[in-house]
């Protein structure tokens, strides 16, 4: 019996994370000796602040070594509520929030909180590559509502109301978006709210992971500030881009009492409390100042258009200037149908797989993102680097013809 019929089904049908894997196979590149510059993956290249590490170490010195609650320190869960009125003008109690290991765990923990066998889940594309497949999971249906690229990748109100129906129980979208970068107004986002409040049993899960890397004037709005649609929005948050802490696993949710309650009885029976060392560690970073935030923001900001400069000099490259997060998410579907004599590119999977394996330059491509015409490049790496990499790719795409 083969090892594929021996998986439950639910393993088979889902796909490996496209980040994951073209970081994984970057790294075994780099170990046969190749210098792979890898801009694959959504992590930040800065460390995390002194004052957050030193809060951890003190966690350690003052005996914080046995099981956290299920959902998280009281401490951790009232500096999240305090955060969330300070920062997001989102009020929600101790109770109401629920700690997991990273926003990635919250996400999945939601779904299958909330979504039954056969219930639509409308998700804003293009979107983060794990979304489809947790819903996928849950057994739920996955239903692709396209962002143009003309509208900088975002769905329009329109659209989403025309994607509505009796299944549908949820509605995903991340602002600041992975992998676009495009961020949703406060305007765009009251008119999804005004078409939700009408649809009582329909809810809402704004993924802000990205909230603190944001390059517009009018900054970040929280969609769960709406009064209208409190009760329908789940808000999910974290600590590891913001706070350059994404190896400490950190997330968290905030919604109504009867959701959060639903979440820590399935995390109860899952994982239970999350790491105890990390959690007081987020105490601080929640707690304190946004100096160090700010500070890498500055450096995205600077790299966003130093990279997107570069990408707009290559020939055939459709590239919007990102307004958040730390992504370049070009088109590159100019060079869909050429080739250099030897690999012939039909789609964003072989253009990122040749830029790998020739020039050594990982990306994600688009597909995974639901936009197959783009690839995804992390400009979360030193400046040296992504120029580099842009050289490297402007003298590979030259030899295709």
Request: glycine share 8%.
């Amino acid at each position: 019996m083969s090892l594929t019929v021996s998986l439950a089904d639910r393993i088979n049908a889902l796909e490996e994370s496209a980040t994951l894997g073209m970081t994984k196979k970057a790294r075994e590149l780099a170990a046969l000796g190749h210098k792979v510059i890898s801009l694959s993956v959504g992590e930040p290249d800065f460390k995390t602040p002194k004052y957050i590490c030193d809060a951890a170490k003190k966690a350690i010195d003052d005996g914080f070594h046995g099981y956290s609650p299920v959902a998280g320190y009281p401490d951790l869960r009232k500096a999240i509520a305090d955060k969330l009125k300070r920062d997001n003008n989102v009020e929600w109690n101790p109770e109401n929030i629920v700690v997991s290991t990273g926003a990635k765990h919250t996400l999945a923990n939601v779904i299958a909180t909330l979504v039954n066998p056969g219930e639509e889940v409308l998700i804003f594309a293009p979107y983060w590559v794990s979304y489809s497949e947790m819903v996928k999971l849950a057994e739920g249906t996955s239903v692709i509502v396209e962002g143009a690229f003309d509208n900088n990748f975002k769905v329009t109100p329109e659209q989403f109301e025309a994607a509505i129906t009796p299944k549908t129980k949820l509605v995903m979208f991340a602002s600041p978006n992975n992998p676009t970068g495009s961020v949703y107004t406060e305007a765009e986002l009251r008119a999804i709210g005004a078409i939700v409040a009408k649809h009582p049993n329909v809810f809402i899960m704004a993924d802000e992971i990205y909230e603190y890397i944001n390059f517009t004037e009018e900054g970040h709005f929280s969609i769960g500030s709406i009064p209208e649609i409190k009760n329908q929005v789940i808000t999910v948050n974290g600590v590891a881009k913001g706070h350059a802490m994404t190896g400490w696993r950190i997330g968290f949710m905030a919604a109504a009492k009867w959701i959060a309650e639903g979440v820590e009885k399935l995390q109860g029976q899952v994982t239970s409390g999350t790491n105890s060392i990390a959690q007081k560690a987020a105490v601080v970073a929640f707690n304190g100042p946004l100096d160090e935030a700010y500070k890498m923001k500055e450096a995205y900001d600077r790299r966003r258009k130093l990279v997107v400069g570069l990408l707009r000099e290559i020939t055939g490259f459709k590239v919007n200037m990102p307004d958040g997060a730390f992504y370049a998410f070009p088109d590159i579907s100019y060079y869909f149908g050429k080739s250099d004599g030897t690999t012939l590119i039909k789609d964003s999977d072989d253009f990122s797989m040749w830029l790998l394996e020739g020039s050594f330059v990982a990306t994600v491509a688009g597909s995974s993102f639901g936009a197959p015409n783009c690839i995804r490049i992390s400009t979360a790496a030193a400046d040296e680097q992504l120029v580099e990499a842009c050289e490297r790719i402007k003298n590979a795409v030259a030899t295709l013809k």
